[in-house]
């Protein structure tokens, strides 16, 4: 049995660790054999991009080498897919080998497209990236006060970052002594501040407590980088004088190139997380297509159905669990305070009011990962 | 050619109907009319709210055996 994982993020790695440590026995008989095809050699900690923005992490922070994330039984590779054979079995990598499989996971993870918006990249500063991250903790430091815009292009991974970056501003700027100084207005496409109706419930209160305009229904269209001004397809603007943005996903290109799925989503079943149309092809996390968000904690909930799901198959025939929906993710309220929201498909999150020690958990956590992408939490 | 193309957002609570509905008008050609499912049942007021204020146009709404079927075609 050929097992190959194509992506080697939090997906992709969690789903391989745990079908490692399940056919043990099945790899030392050589009856299975788990590949990995990743883009790069690193693994990055993405969440951490969110402190590196205020400088409270440091870039090299969030890398671990991907290999020394891997159980010794996965071969692994850096030769990206290019091409996606399914009716064949295969798929064709960058430098020109042809790998055929039994059983494929596909963890390829998304992209940001700023440029989807005109002026958007210009204009604004993000921390999507590492390089935007650094550039936007700069733009802060060297801010003394003005307007600033928060705006949220759809879709997006990790629906918190919109809240999470809002409350990280106010405290970013009153602990410089400017909180007096600036005016913080945030704006989100749907007609209420946050599309978790809970989140946006707690986080309207708070918003108001500390003096943060907000405008719903602003879908951001253009940005004017020259004149500053924001506007939406909704025909309303904004002038700024820094603009933060949550910029627009696709999936990776070479899923839209081998059209397995419009914008880069394939259509996945929502619990046995199968590629619509193939029995033998899985996907995890931010690539599917779920209604589910786009999140590393949704990629470890999926992985370990995925990996426990194959690995049932080959030892009994046949699968034994369902993908519910589950995600559970933090949600720091500030530099000094967090809670969270856990939900499914069928139960909405039940939010509990924050405190330090959730905070203290999540600081915690951002160490935990690289436990938890080992398969080891 | 226009088509229809069902958003189906059953059972979600993030992304959501309105976002995920979006989503989709944003990657749809002018002409195409969307058929959004939702289960929440706050997806009948909210995406009326939407659509006008952007100037799309609401085809019809109505609640098959608890599923709510709202389509939208875009303008624009
Ligand atoms: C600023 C920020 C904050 C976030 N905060 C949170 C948070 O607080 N909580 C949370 O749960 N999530 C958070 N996330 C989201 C989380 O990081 C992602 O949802 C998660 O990493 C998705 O996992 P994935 O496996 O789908 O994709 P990724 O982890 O992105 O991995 C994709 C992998 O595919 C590889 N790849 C790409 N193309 C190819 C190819 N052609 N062939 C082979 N390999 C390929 C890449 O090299 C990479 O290894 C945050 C993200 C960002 C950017």
Redesign the interface.
């Given at each position: 049995m050929r097992i190959l994982v194509v992506g080697g993020g939090t997906g992709g790695t969690i789903v391989a660790n745990n079908l490692a440590r399940r056919l043990a026995g099945e790899i030392r008989s050589k009856k299975a054999q788990i590949t990995m095809l990743s883009a790069s050699d690193q693994h990055m900690y993405q969440p951490g991009l969110l402190y590196v923005a205020f400088g409270q992490m440091m870039p090299d922070e969030l890398y671990r080498d991907q290999k020394s994330l891997l159980e010794a039984s996965i071969e692994f590779h850096v030769d990206p897919v290019e091409r996606f054979e399914l009716d064949q079995n295969q798929v064709r990598t960058h430098s020109g080998k042809t790998i055929p499989y039994d059983v494929l996971v596909i963890a390829t993870g998304s992209r940001i497209v700023p440029e989807?918006v005109p002026g958007l990249a210009e204009g604004g500063e993000t921390f999507y990236t590492e390089e935007a991250a650094v550039k936007m903790f700069k733009a802060l430091r060297a801010f003394e006060g003005g307007n600033v815009g928060i705006v949220v292009g759809?879709?997006h991974k990790c629906?918190i970052a919109p809240v999470e970056v809002t409350f990280s501003l106010h405290d970013y700027f009153k602990t410089r002594g400017i909180r007096d100084k600036v005016h913080i207005k945030y704006h989100y496409?749907?007609?209420r501040i946050h599309?978790?109706?809970n989140v946006a419930i707690w986080a309207k209160p708070e918003f108001d407590r500390i003096g943060v305009e907000y405008e719903t229904?602003f879908?951001v269209d253009e940005v004017d980088a020259k004149n500053k001004v924001v506007k939406s397809?909704?025909?309303t603007e904004y002038a700024y004088d820094l603009l933060i943005y949550i910029p627009?996903h696709r999936g990776m290109e070479v899923i839209e190139q081998n059209k397995l799925g419009?914008?880069g989503w394939i259509p996945t079943d929502r619990s046995q997380l199968k590629m619509q149309g193939y029995d033998n092809v899985y996907v995890v996390g931010d690539t599917t297509n779920l209604?589910?968000?786009k999140t590393g904690s949704a990629a470890h909930f999926e992985a370990e159905v995925i990996a426990e799901n194959i690995a049932s198959n080959i030892k009994i025939g046949s699968a034994v669990r369902d993908y519910d929906?589950k995600?559970y993710c933090f949600i720091e309220a500030g530099h000094d305070r967090a809670t969270y929201a856990m939900?499914n498909?069928?139960n909405?999150?039940d939010l509990k009011p924050p405190n330090q020690p959730m905070h203290w958990f999540k600081m915690s956590y951002n160490k935990m990962y690289w436990t938890s992408v080992r398969g080891l939490l | 050619m226009s088509e229809t193309k069902i958003v189906d957002a059953r059972n979600t609570f993030c992304p959501g109907p309105l976002m995920e509905l979006i989503q989709y008008m944003k990657r749809a050609e002018v002409g195409d009319t969307l058929e959004l499912l939702s289960t929440d049942n706050g997806t009948v007021n909210d995406v009326p709210e939407w659509v006008n204020k952007v100037g799309h146009e609401m085809v019809s709404s109505e609640k098959i055996e608890e599923v709510w079927h709202i389509k939208v075609r875009k303008t624009k």
């Open positions: 989807e759809v879709p629906p496409p749907i007609n599309t978790i109706e229904l879908n397809m909704e025909g627009p419009e914008g209604p589910v968000s929906g995600v939900f498909y069928e909405p999150p | -």
